[in-house]
Nanobody
Framework: QVQLVESGGGLVQAGGSLRLSCAAS????????MGWFRQAPGKERDLVAV????????YYADSVKGRFTISRDDAKNTVYLQMNSLKSEDTAVYYC????????????????WGQGTQVTVSS
């Protein structure tokens, strides 16, 4: 059974940085794309960033391009999201997810989810 555990969230001032981690267990993820999603109160869960199985390709939502960086360390079965220049609109619960595919095609490819970590950016 797949288990994803996110960590690294917290309260930060606007302009600050946070690094989220997602520790995966239950099976190997070296052939799977991994992603980060976020959900703000009263809003739908949105895709933030994706990294493909080899780490050679990434995708970012327009709202975070140039500020967020996704990376993976398969030796540790961990995916990271480095978030810089944080804005109040980045406040949300951030979720890690595993794709059924090795490369990113669509958000609905993601089938397994963590429980999320809260990120709050104060202005």
């Amino acid at each position: 059974q797949v288990q994803l555990v996110e960590s690294g969230g917290g309260l930060v001032q606007a302009g600050g940085s946070l690094r989220l981690s997602c520790a995966a267990s239950g099976r190997t993820f070296t052939s799977s794309a991994m992603g980060w999603f976020r959900q703000a109160p009263g809003k739908e869960r949105d895709l933030v960033a994706v990294i493909n199985w080899s780490g050679s390709s990434t995708y970012y939502a327009d709202s975070v391009k140039g500020r967020f960086t996704i990376s993976r360390d398969d030796a540790k079965n961990t995916v990271y999201l480095q978030m810089n220049s944080l804005k109040s609109e980045d406040t949300a619960v951030y979720y890690c997810a595993v794709s059924r595919r090795g490369n990113y095609v669509r958000p609905s490819d993601f089938a397994s989810w963590g429980q999320g970590t809260q990120v709050t950016v104060s202005s």
